[in-house]
Every structure is written in structure tokens, then in C-alpha cells.
């Protein structure tokens, strides 16, 4: 990782031995520890904070909303070696090894939202748009275009009150 990659290492003090540490423990500081990355030469192995290198893969490489980058930015590279920074249950998130990019891609939502148990607040009782009272237009004015696009195949529903 060059120094410039974390705010916290660009000034190079992490390189500078600690008064009482051995040569051993500096060089493990600052190869591994400081920087988050390691090499194991023994098995030929780079880690990168204790996630294993590898190759994008074909289906983020190819994704239309990554083609723009990957040829401005990285000179369409076939090949483009990351590790995985994080990864939860539904967002992967990898650094491009010697690029300076993270690369984030969200899986879809896989929960049944109609089988969930109070998902639907009671509260909630008059559908829009149908149930809109005379005031309220200037909703169906903001929502109406906008909705569909954001929300396919969801059913709104309001307060009963007046908006």
C-alpha cells in the first residue's frame, strides 16, 4: 500500500522504530500491521488486512456501470487484481490492488416484505393515490411520475389525517 492509500501512514512515522522494539517486531510493524497488508513468501501468498488477493470477477468486470471506469480510469484492464475489504449480506466491497479504487456492488433484497409480521404499519390506511382528499394533490403532483420508477409494484398508503 503506497503511504499515500491511508491519511494516518502519509507521513511515514510508522517506519521509525519504537524505543525498546526489536528488529523483528519493527519489521512486522511496518510490512504488516501499520500498512494492513501482508506477504508470505513461503507459500507466495499477499493478503490485503487479512483478506486473500484474487481476480475481479468476469461479472462486476463486464457490468455496464463499470465499463466508463474501467476504461478511462484503468486503461481497459482485462484483468484486475483486488481483496475483499468487507463483505455483509448484500453489499460486496473490494479494494483494486495498487489502483486506489474500491469497488462496492449491492446484491437485490431477497426478504418477502408480505410474509414479514408488522412490516405494514396499521397506521397507515388510506392508498395512494386513490384515497387522496382534496388538499392533498400537491402529493399526487410530487409522487405520481417519481413513484413508479422508484418504488415498481409497491402500493403507498398514508396517515389518515390531512397532509
Known amino acids: 500500500v503506497p503511504d499515500t492509500e491511508d491519511e494516518n501512514l502519509r507521513d511515514g512515522t510508522y517506519r521509525k522504530p519504537k524505543p525498546g522494539q526489536t528488529f523483528e517486531e519493527w519489521m512486522l510493524q511496518v510490512t504488516t500491521k501499520a500498512v494492513g497488508i501482508e506477504v ?15 481476480l475481479l470477477s468476469p461479472h462486476i468486470l463486464e ?3 463499470f465499463q466508463s471506469t474501467r476504461k478511462t480510469a484503468l486503461n481497459d484492464a482485462t484483468d484486475l487484481a483486488c481483496a475483499e475489504v468487507m463483505h455483509t449480506t448484500n453489499r460486496y466491497w473490494w479494494r483494486l490492488v495498487g489502483r486506489r479504487y474500491d469497488l462496492q456492488s449491492w446484491a437485490p433484497d431477497t426478504r418477502n416484505y408480505v410474509d ?3 412490516v405494514l404499519n396499521q397506521k397507515f390506511t388510506r392508498k395512494f393515490p386513490s384515497h387522496l382528499k382534496g388538499s392533498e394533490g400537491w402529493i399526487r403532483d410530487a409522487l405520481s411520475e417519481k413513484a413508479p420508477l422508484i418504488l415498481p409494484g409497491v ?3 398514508m396517515l389518515p389525517q390531512d397532509h
Open 40 to 54: 508470505n513468501a513461503q507459500i507466495s501468498e499477499f493478503t490485503l488486512q487479512n483478506h486473500k488477493m484474487m
Open 63 to 65: 457490468h455496464k456501470d
Open 116 to 118: 414479514l409480521k408488522n
Open 155 to 157: 402500493t403507498l398508503y
